[in-house]
């Protein structure tokens, strides 16, 4: 006779691997999902999916080097804690630990509630050593080889993916994009993407109106559309080389795992900044706060933690974060904003 359950003739790889594809919700609304109490058990990006995947790898691994006896989803939960823990005590930032434990309470559905929810470390800004020292990956970088690169990665505030499947279709002029908001806005049956496209447009062209040169981020993180104006010094070589590149050609065939693209990104980040802030100084004090019984500037943002007392200027910061792709200016703050 068989087995009476045909689930546990499994590995626990593949029980783990099931159930992560079981939650693939890819190209589904988040939001609607939020909204009707969906979303708990689905994963909606292909790249946390891919992410998630990754390090639930890892786990699985040292289950089966620690706990071979374990066969079963049910048996694996109660080593998560110890494993997480494991990972702690061998150094691993907080960022890695905090994605570890999202990717084992997607997989186990851990609530946020549970008593037994592993409590990982703080993340603080003071504790990021990538991008702001030299470590031993550096080592095996050209800066000399790879410069048209980082001037490319400076101008242009690219993520790695995005980099990575950029194409010469996605340099955009202002006057391209202002003729396809033309034709689009005389349409009245427009697609759901099409609308997500529009928007777009003009979105970068309001909020960018002296920029002429953009890149069309397909796809970005969380499968965010978006147009990045291309800046700095380097501009017309970065125009230049997305020019020379066909349409449907990748402007870079190769990038090198060595190459910090999100210290670039901060590089960038820290140009638009630059490009559109005020003297804090000069910024009104528009609102009376009751609790301080003062007035203050509504549109200056006060750092806080490692960098507390530093001011900033919020329209700015928008700026500075729609252009990375993001609606969040404390994102921005934490992030990639240094040195000012």
Known sequence: MGRRDK????????????????????????????????????????????????????????????????????????????????????????????????????????????????????????????????????????????????????????????????????????????????????????????????????DALTVFPEQDYFVHHRKDKNGRYRFAPIIGPDKNQIVQRMKDTGKHEKVWMYIHSGADVHGYRADYANRIYKMFARDVDSIPYDTYHHGLGAWIQSEVYICRKDEAGKRLDKQAMLKCSKALGHNRIDVVAINYLRGL
């Not at 109660?78 to 494993?83: D, I, L, Q």
């Not at 592993?118 to 080592?139: C, G, H, L, M």
């Not at 800066?143 to 340099?171: A, M, S, W, Y």
């Not at 427009?190 to 609308?195: F, R, T, V």
């Open 7 to 202: 689930r546990f003739s499994k590995s626990l790889h593949q029980q783990a691997y099931d159930r992560f594809v079981g939650m693939q919700a890819f190209g589904e609304s988040k939001r609607a999902a939020v909204a009707d109490e969906t979303a708990y058990d689905k994963i909606f990006s292909y790249e946390t999916y891919k992410t998630y995947w990754k390090h639930t790898k890892y786990f699985l691994r040292w289950m089966k080097l620690n706990h071979p006896e374990c066969t079963t989803m049910k048996s694996a939960k109660k080593y998560v804690n110890e494993w997480l823990q494991s990972r702690v005590d061998q150094g691993l930032s907080a960022w890695t630990i905090h994605t570890e434990a999202a990717a084992m309470n997607k997989l186990f559905q851990v609530d946020r509630s549970d008593p037994e929810r592993f409590q990982t470390p703080k993340r603080r800004r003071e504790d990021i050593i990538r991008s702001r020292v030299s470590t031993a990956r550096d080592k095996h970088f050209s800066v000399t080889n790879n410069d048209e690169l980082i001037k490319f990665c400076r101008g242009t505030g690219c993520r790695r993916g995005v980099l990575e499947k950029l194409e010469g279709r996605d340099l955009w002029s202002r006057e391209r994009m202002m003729t396809e908001v033309e034709l689009l806005e005389k349409r009245a049956d427009l697609s759901g993407n099409e609308k997500k496209h529009l928007a777009a447009l003009q």
